[in-house]
C-alpha cells in the first residue's frame, strides 16, 4: 500500500498530512513508531481498570496522535471519549473504547501493509 | 542556538526534534537539541546554570502541567524563550503569565513552527550582530543588514533602513560573526545578504538601489550560489 492509499484509508487529506510533517520519509517513520507504541493498549487498560485519570491523560495523548499523524476517522471517538473524560463523565468509556478498538486496529494492520 | 524539549510523549519529542533540526538546517543555525521526558528534570538543570534559548513545552504531561513547569522555570530566573505544546488552547490565557513566546497547537505544522520560530528569532538576540558607536551598541537583526563593505582598513555596515555604521574589523571577521547562508562573500571588498539582492549579472543590483561588485574571476559560481539561495525562497 502507498502512503497516498494509507491516507484514503484513514480519511486524511494526503497532501495536507505531508505538507505538516515535512515529507513522506518522516511521516513513514512516525507511523513506525505509532505503530511499536502501545497508546491504545494503555488506554483500553486504564478504562477497564476504572482508573479515570490516567486514561483522561492517555487519550489526551491518543487525540494529539491521531490529529497529528491524520487519523480523521479514528480521531473522533477520541475527542469525544477526551472530551468526556476531562468533564468528569465516565459511563460512556466503555462503548467509546469498543468503537475504538476496530478503528486503531485497522491502523495499525494498514501501517504493516505500508510498502518500504 | 540550545534547545530544551519537554514532552513526556517520545513521538511527540521526535516530531518536534525533527521540525527543529530541519529549520536549523535550512538557516544554517547551528544547534543543539536536549530532551526532557520529565519538567522537573529541565528546572533541575536550568537551577544548576544550564542556558537555553527556548524552551518547548508541553502543556498536558503525566506528573506536572507544562504551566507550573513554566511558572517554575519563570522563578529560578530563566529569561529565554518559553513556547507551550498542545492540542487544546485552554491554557492560552495562562501563557501570557508567564510570558510565554508562542503557543503552538496539534496537529503538529511545519510551516507553522516556522512562521513562530521566525518571529522569535527576529525579535531577540539570536541572529544580531552587535556594533559599537561611541557609547552605544546597537543590536542589528540579521534580516536587517543588506550588505557590509570593506575600506581601507574599516568596514561599512549598510542597514536596511539606509543607515550605515562603521565596524572596526576586518570584512573577514565580520564574515565569521554573520555565519548565515543569506550571507555571501561575493568580492574582497563585499559580503552581501543575498535576500535584497534583486538583479545578477555581472554585479549585483539591490532592492535598496545599492549595487554590490561580483569577483570577476568567479562570476560563474557566486550567480550560481545566488541562483540556488533564490530558489529556496528563503525570507530576509
Known amino acids: ?116 | 542556538m540550545r534547545i530544551a524539549v519537554c514532552d513526556d510523549n517520545q513521538l511527540d519529542r521526535d516530531i518536534i526534534k525533527d521540525f527543529l533540526h530541519t529549520y536549523m538546517t535550512e538557516k544554517s543555525i547551528p544547534n543543539t537539541i536536549t530532551e526532557y521526558e520529565n519538567g522537573m528534570n529541565l528546572i533541575y538543570d536550568i537551577e544548576e546554570g544550564r542556558y537555553y534559548d527556548m524552551v518547548f513545552l508541553d502543556i498536558f504531561m503525566d506528573q506536572i502541567l507544562g504551566m507550573d513547569i513554566a511558572r517554575k522555570l519563570r522563578n529560578v530566573g530563566y529569561t529565554g524563550n518559553i513556547v507551550f505544546l498542545t492540542s487544546t488552547a485552554e491554557f492560552a490565557v495562562d501563557s501570557y503569565e508567564v510570558e510565554a513566546s508562542g503557543y503552538l497547537l496539534k496537529p503538529h505544522d511545519y510551516e507553522k513552527l516556522c512562521g513562530l520560530l521566525n518571529r522569535i528569532i527576529d525579535r531577540t538576540n539570536i541572529g544580531h550582530f552587535q556594533v559599537s558607536v561611541r557609547n552605544t551598541i546597537y543590536s542589528i537583526p540579521f534580516g536587517e543588514i543588506v550588505y557590509v563593505e570593506s575600506r581601507n582598513n574599516i568596514c561599512i555596515l549598510h542597514r536596511s533602513d539606509g543607515s550605515e555604521y562603521t565596524i572596526y574589523k576586518k570584512l573577514s571577521e565580520v564574515e565569521l560573526q554573520l555565519n548565515e547562508s543569506r550571507f555571501l562573500r561575493c568580492h574582497q571588498s563585499y559580503l552581501v545578504n543575498m535576500s535584497y539582492i534583486s538583479k545578477a549579472d555581472s554585479q549585483f543590483e539591490l532592492t535598496t538601489g545599492d549595487v554590490v561588485l561580483i569577483r570577476q574571476r568567479s562570476q560563474k559560481e557566486i550567480r550560481k550560489i545566488y541562483q540556488e539561495f533564490a530558489s529556496k525562497g528563503v525570507k530576509v
Not at chain 1, 505538516?20 to 517513520?29: H, S
Request: charged share 25%; hydrophobic share 40%; proline share 2%.
Open chain 1, 1 to 116: 500500500m502507498t502512503l497516498r492509499e494509507f491516507y484514503a484509508k484513514t480519511n486524511a487529506d494526503y497532501d495536507a498530512v505531508i505538507r505538516r510533517l515535512i515529507n513522506e520519509t518522516m511521516v513513514l517513520k512516525y507511523l513506525n513508531k505509532f505503530q511499536n507504541d502501545a497508546y491504545f493498549t494503555q488506554l483500553q487498560q486504564s478504562v477497564r481498570q476504572k482508573d479515570y485519570e490516567t486514561a483522561y491523560r492517555c487519550a489526551h495523548t491518543l487525540k494529539g496522535l491521531c490529529l497529528s499523524l491524520g487519523f480523521e476517522t479514528m480521531s473522533k471517538p477520541v475527542i469525544e471519549l477526551t472530551e468526556e473524560l476531562r468533564a468528569g463523565i465516565t459511563e460512556n468509556a466503555d462503548t467509546y473504547i469498543a468503537v475504538i478498538e476496530p478503528l486503531y486496529a485497522d491502523i495499525i494492520r494498514w501501517i504493516g501493509e505500508l510498502s518500504e
